[in-house]
């Protein structure tokens, strides 16, 4: 080993750094608020709508889940622009991110709705509440409190796959590490120096979510247990 | 690249002094064994699109064969091209193997330290490709505009450090990711070699993309041995001699579509 480190060489370009980390988080801010709500529509529809509504967010969820995510970023970006229709990248790469992750997003969600129980549903009718009050209240938040660990384990997968968008040219944090790696070939220190940041940002995330839970669910904040 | 590079030649260096010493006292003067013999005998990689290659029908062409058959037919001697490829240029020379190189052999320090070359002949330049029909002449023209460059390339590098604020940079993965985007028309501007560019138009005919700023030239010379003193002479004066005549300018701007630098051009 005659191999000297260099943390600071990496270190050095702290400011490209922090706008890989900026751009690497609004990516996943945007795609998880997104995500989730056409996660719970789509599971909605699922689950209740009419049979070709079903049928088709069938499709999408089937579709999605099975090709990769850089085929439909690539697509969304390459492929559309040649038909003529020219996304800026960040923003074809954050339509495409969110597509995905709205498929992830809707088993999710269908997965609690299946589990609430027929009683519940048959309750809220006695008690007089409308559809959607049905929905809103006895459905989708409880639902949503279920399998709130599923889903918040998923968004850190989504922010940890964004790095795989620096090859259609985001400048996202891995993007930005590759750059530097090119520049100083540091390249044991800047991938070390990039996996801790990856893995303080999917703690971070993850604490985000967690608090965000405590907010959305009182049950969960005022009990302590889960539901 | 640079790094590699400068080992590559302090290795190649190394090897070949051993070789150089063994032979250098048989050819005294190699300008007069090639007069005696009549042929010139020339290092050329065939490999190195669009500068040198071979085509389809196993014919070298490209420009710096051009340089090679000109340099022989100036000096009306026959010609010997000799394959070669990019780490056995130098030590062809030193091991006698040919008489010179023409073969995209830029001029360095590291090299100028194994070898001698002539005069600048023509250049290897990175430029900024865009659409014909836009005017942009200056990298303060491209503000506002999505310039494509390889991520961590060389070229990305100069472009990074060169460009002004402004300037949409937009980094892919590798050169065929960056000619997608060119293809696709998510960007409309790419820096690369100019042979890149044909490679684009050919790919996206409505891209049309013609160079448009120089970013950089390496200046390429013919590699001679050391030592070698009348040979390097009558290549500077063929060279100045090209020049002034715009022959050698020709032959690149076929090529290329681009006139050599005029550093080039108006040396004396």
Redesign the interface.
Request: hydrophobic share 35%; proline share 0%; glycine share 12%.
């Given at each position: 080993m005659t191999y000297t480190f260099d943390f600071a060489a990496g270190l050095a370009y702290w400011p490209l750094l922090l706008q890989g980390i900026w751009t690497t988080l609004r990516l996943t801010l945007f795609c998880t608020v997104f995500g989730i709500l056409i996660g719970a529509l789509c599971a909605v529809i699922r689950t209740g709508g009419p049979v070709w509504a079903q049928r088709l967010i069938g499709l999408y969820v089937e579709f999605i889940r099975n090709t990769p995510l850089l085929i439909q970023a690539y697509f969304l970006i390459f492929g559309v622009a040649s038909l003529g229709v020219r996304l800026p990248i960040l923003v074809g790469a954050t339509i495409a991110l969110t597509i995905n992750i709205g498929a992830y997003t809707t088993e999710i969600v269908r997965a609690g709705i299946e589990s609430i129980h027929k009683g519940q549903l048959e309750a809220a009718q006695c008690l007089g509440l409308g559809r959607v009050q049905t929905y809103l209240h006895v459905v989708i938040r409880p639902a949503l409190e279920r399998v709130y660990p599923a889903l918040a384990s998923q968004y850190v997968l989504l922010m940890l796959a964004s790095s795989t968008l620096s090859s259609v040219g985001v400048a996202e944090l891995f993007g930005m590490a590759s750059r530097i790696q090119s520049d100083t070939f540091r390249n044991f220190e800047v991938f070390v120096l990039l996996g801790i940041l990856y893995l303080v940002l999917a703690v971070t995330v993850r604490a985000g979510f967690s608090l965000l839970g405590l907010m959305l669910f009182p049950r969960r904040r005022k009990l302590g247990t889960p539901l | 690249m640079k790094?590699l590079r400068a080992v590559i030649t302090a290795g190649v260096a190394t090897l070949v002094a051993v070789g150089a010493f063994a032979t250098s006292s048989a050819h005294a003067d190699t300008l007069q064994d090639i007069l005696a013999r009549g042929k010139i005998r020339i290092s050329v990689d065939p490999a190195v699109p669009p500068y040198s290659v071979m085509d389809e029908s196993g014919n070298w062409t490209g420009p710096e064969f051009e340089v090679a058959r000109k340099l022989a037919a100036d000096w009306k001697l026959e010609l010997e091209l000799v394959p070669t490829s990019p780490s056995k240029r130098i030590p062809d020379l030193l091991t006698g193997r040919s008489d010179v190189v023409v073969s995209s052999l830029s001029i360095t320090d590291e090299r100028k330290k194994v070898v001698d070359f002539s005069k600048p002949y023509t250049v290897i330049s990175v430029v900024v490709g865009g659409p014909k029909s836009e005017t942009v002449t200056k990298l303060e023209d491209l503000i506002g505009k999505r310039v494509?460059v390889t991520?961590?390339?060389t070229n990305?590098?100069d472009l990074t450090r060169l460009a002004p604020a402004g300037v949409e940079i937009?980094?892919?993965?590798d050169e065929a990711?960056s000619i997608?985007?060119l293809?696709?028309?998510?960007a409309s501007y790419y820096v690369t070699a100019p042979a890149l560019l044909i490679a684009v138009n050919e790919r996206n005919p409505a891209a049309q993309l013609e160079p448009k700023i120089v970013l950089k030239n390496n200046i390429v010379g013919v590699g001679v041995k050391k030592g070698e003193p009348a040979l390097l002479e009558k290549l500077n004066a063929w060279v100045d001699a090209g020049m002034a005549d715009g022959s050698l300018n020709a032959i690149y701007k076929a090529a290329f579509g681009l006139d050599l630098p005029p550093e080039l051009t108006q040396a004396k």
């Open positions: - | 790094n494509a991520l961590g390339s990305d590098a937009v980094r892919f993965e990711t997608t985007a293809s696709s028309g998510q």
